[in-house]
C-alpha cells in the first residue's frame, strides 16, 4: 500500500447556479483542482465522480463518461460511484484505493450536484431514494421527519435541549460567514434559529442543512510522486467505510449511527491516532442533530455530551475541536454528492494554511465524515499535514 | 498485485419479474453467488454493486447500502458504481481493484436493474440518461436512433447488410434457446427478424435487446486463497476500462467504439495476450449492429468483416470464436445494471463445463465486453481457467 496526498484542491461557489449546468460546475471545479496541483490533464490516469441522483435530478445518469469527456480526459476510465450524500467521499475512497494499490499514480476524484432544476418538492422525493423508499418515504416518513426521531430521543435519554442544537447551526454559520464559498455566508443569531419555521418537531428550518448546486474536485498522487507538484501534498492517511441497516426501524439505537461508529474505529485503528489527536474536523451536519451525533460518535465527547459540548462553543473555531470549520452543510451548502470532496477540500486548505479568516491555528491532522442518508452509509478519513 | 478468482456465481432469470422487486433480485442471486462458493456471508469482507437508474425506475438511490441491508451483510461496506448499460462491469472492475490490490480477501459483486415497473416510454427516456441527453437524448434522438446512425454508416463504408445483422439475432436466441435463465428462450429465424416491425431504418425490432428485470453476482477471492473454497476458481487475468465522448458528434468515426478498441488494447497487453488466444466471448450487443462493430473492435475480425463472419456463422457456438453463448443482451435478456456481471457468469460457467448444451468443447480462456450508452464507456474482461 502506497501512501496516499492530495495535491490540489478546488470547487465552485455552493449555491443556486441557475446559469450553469451539471457539466459547467463539474468542469470549473476540475479545472481548479488542476490548476492548483500545477499539472495538466494528460498526466491524469483515472477518475472518479461521486454523485447521488443526476439521472432524477437533470435527467443524467453515465456521469464518468460525460466527466471524461467534458473535462476533454478520455479515452482514461471515469468511475461515477453512489452512496447517497456520501457519493463524495465514497469517489475519494475509490480513488485512494487506487493510488493506494499502486493501479494509478495520478487520479482525479469530484462529486457534484445539481439540485435546484427542479422544485422543492420534486427534490425532496427524489433524497427520499437515500433512505428505505419502500418501508419509509414512500409512506410519508421525510428525512426532517427521520432526523426529528432521531432528535426526540436524544433529547430523552441525554436531555439534549433545542437551544443546544440551535447552537450548532449559529456556529456553522459564523464559520460559512468567513467563506466566500459557502450559500450562506452570514451569521445567524440563536433567536433566528429557534424562531425559525417548524419542518418536523423538533428540527426548525435553520436547523436543516439547505438544497445546493455545486461541485468539488481533488486530484492525488502516491506521496513518494507528490512532491515534484506545485504544492505541499496533504497525506490521506485513511480512508474507513461502514454501512448500518437503511431503514431507522431495523437499527438497536436511535441516538447513534452505527456506520459512523464502525467507520471511525477502523480509521483510528488503521491510522494508529485517536480522537484526541484530530485538529478539526467536517462532519455530516445535514440537521443539527446530526452533528450533535457525529462529534460522539467520531469520539470526540462521550455519548449525551456532544449537545452540552456545542453550546459551550467546545467546537468553534477557537474551541477544543473545531468542527466545520467550512460552515458544514448547514451554511456552507449540501449539494449532495459534492459535500464529500468539498470536505477533503476545506481540510486540505486548513492543513496548508490557506483557510484566511476561518484558519486553525497550526492544524497539522484533520478528520472528514459523511453520511449517507439517515445513516446507511459513512465514510472517515483523516488526513496529516506533511 | 494479487492474481483474482472468481469463487462463485449465480443470477435470477432475466425477465419480466412482475411478483418479485429490486432487493429480492438482487437477494436471490447474491445467495446464488456465495451458495456456489460454498462460502458464508460472514467471509465477506466488502462489496461492490452496479445498477444504472434505480433512482428513476424505482426512486430508490443508496443501493450499497440497501444491499449491504437486505444481504444481512452491515457494517461491512458494499458500493453501487455507475457507468450506464456498464455499470456492472464497472463494478466487477472495482472489485477486482480491490482484491488485486490486497485492501480486501472476499468481496461480492452484484449487478441488477429492476426495468419493467414502469411503461416503455418512461423507460426509454429513462435509459436517455446513458447517452448525451442535452446535446442528444433530449432533442429527441433514441438509442436505437443512434445505433441506427453507426448502422448506416457501417453499411455505407463496409456493405454490411441488413442480413448480416440479422444472423447476430438468429444466432444470439438459437443460443438464448439453450439458457433456462434467458428471457427470451426460443429460435428466432432470418425472415421473422427482418420481417420484424422496423424501430430505427435499419434496426428492426428484432435487432434491438429487450427491457428486462434481473440481477447477477460473483464472489471474488484472491487466487491463493480460492483454492480452498468449493470450486476450482475462474481467474480473471485482467480488466481495462476506456472512456469516449458521450455524444457521437465529437467522434472520429462512426464504425468503431474507439472505447472498446483502447480497452481491449490494454486487455490484451496486460495479459500477455492476442484475439488469436480467446475460446470464447460476451460482447454487448445491446443492437445487432453493436455485435458486428464489437467483434472487429475486439480484434477477432478485421474492421469490416463483422458482418460477413456472422452470416458465414464464424461467432457460432462451433464457429471460429464462440460470441454471445449465453443468447446475449438480445436474447438472455438485458437488465442494465447486471448486464457485465452476467457476461462474467456465462464465462465463468463456460469455463467450468457447466454451460450444458450451449458448453464451448475445452474452453480455456474468455473475454467479456461491457459498453455504456453509445460507447463514452467500455469495459474489458479476460478470464482463464485455472
Given amino acids: 500500500m502506497r501512501r496516499v496526498g492530495i495535491i490540489g484542491a478546488g470547487m ?24 492548483d496541483a500545477g499539472i495538466s490533464g494528460d498526466k491524469i490516469d483515472a477518475g ?24 476533454g480526459l478520455n479515452p482514461i476510465p471515469i468511475t461515477r460511484v453512489e452512496g447517497a450524500c456520501a457519493s463524495g467521499s465514497l469517489a475519494l475512497r475509490q480513488g485512494f484505493m487506487a493510488v493506494a494499490s499502486g493501479l494509478h499514480d495520478i487520479v482525479v476524484v469530484g462529486g457534484a450536484e445539481k439540485m435546484t432544476d427542479l422544485g422543492v418538492s420534486a427534490v425532496s422525493d427524489i433524497l427520499g431514494g437515500a433512505g428505505d423508499q419502500e418501508w419509509e418515504l414512500f409512506l410519508g416518513a421525510t428525512f426532517p421527519g427521520i432526523y426529528a426521531l432521531m432528535a426526540r430521543k436524544h433529547m430523552q435519554e441525554f436531555g439534549t435541549t433545542e437551544e443546544m442544537m440551535a447552537s450548532v447551526s449559529v456556529k456553522n454559520h459564523s464559520n460559512g460567514a468567513k467563506n466566500k464559498y459557502a450559500q ?43 512532491e515534484s507538484f506545485a504544492k505541499e501534498p496533504v497525506e490521506i492517511v485513511t480512508s474507513a467505510q461502514a454501512s448500518d441497516s437503511i431503514a431507522l426501524h431495523s437499527r438497536e439505537s436511535l ?5 459512523t461508529r464502525v467507520a471511525a474505529e477502523k480509521a483510528y485503528e488503521r491510522a494508529n491516532l485517536t480522537p484526541k489527536d484530530i485538529n478539526l474536523a467536517e462532519v455530516h451536519d445535514c440537521f443539527t442533530i446530526a452533528e450533535i451525533m457525529a462529534i460522539e460518535d467520531l469520539g470526540f465527547f462521550p ?40 470536505q477533503a477540500v476545506e481540510i486540505t486548505w486548513q492543513l496548508r494554511g490557506e483557510a484566511g479568516e476561518r484558519q486553525i491555528k497550526d492544524a497539522s491532522v484533520g478528520l472528514s465524515h459523511n453520511v449517507g442518508g439517515s445513516g446507511a452509509t459513512a465514510v472517515v478519513h483523516i488526513y496529516k499535514k506533511s
Fill in 12 to 35: 465552485t461557489k455552493f449555491g443556486e447556479h441557475w446559469e450553469h449546468g451539471f457539466r459547467d460546475l463539474v468542469v470549473e471545479s476540475g479545472v481548479k483542482a488542476l490548476t
Fill in 255 to 259: 441516538t447513534e449511527l452505527k456506520a
Fill in 303 to 342: 455519548k449525551g455530551q456532544g449537545g452540552p459540548a456545542s453550546l459551550e462553543g467546545k467546537t468553534k473555531l477557537e474551541g477544543e475541536i473545531p468542527i466545520n470549520t467550512s460552515g458544514g452543510l448547514k451554511a456552507c451548502g449540501h449539494p449532495v454528492g459534492a459535500t464529500g470532496v468539498k
Fill in 48 to 71: 472518479y465522480i461521486g454523485t447521488m441522483a443526476s439521472g432524477s435530478l437533470i435527467g443524467q445518469e453515465h456521469i464518468g463518461g460525460l466527466l471524461a469527456d467534458y473535462m
Fill in 184 to 226: 450562506f455566508p452570514r451569521e445567524i443569531t440563536m433567536e433566528q434559529v429557534l424562531g425559525s419555521k417548524m419542518i418536523a418537531d423538533p428540527l426548525k428550518m435553520l436547523d436543516c442543512s439547505p438544497i445546493t448546486d455545486g461541485a468539488a474536485g481533488v486530484v492525488l498522487a502516491p506521496m513518494d510522486m507528490a
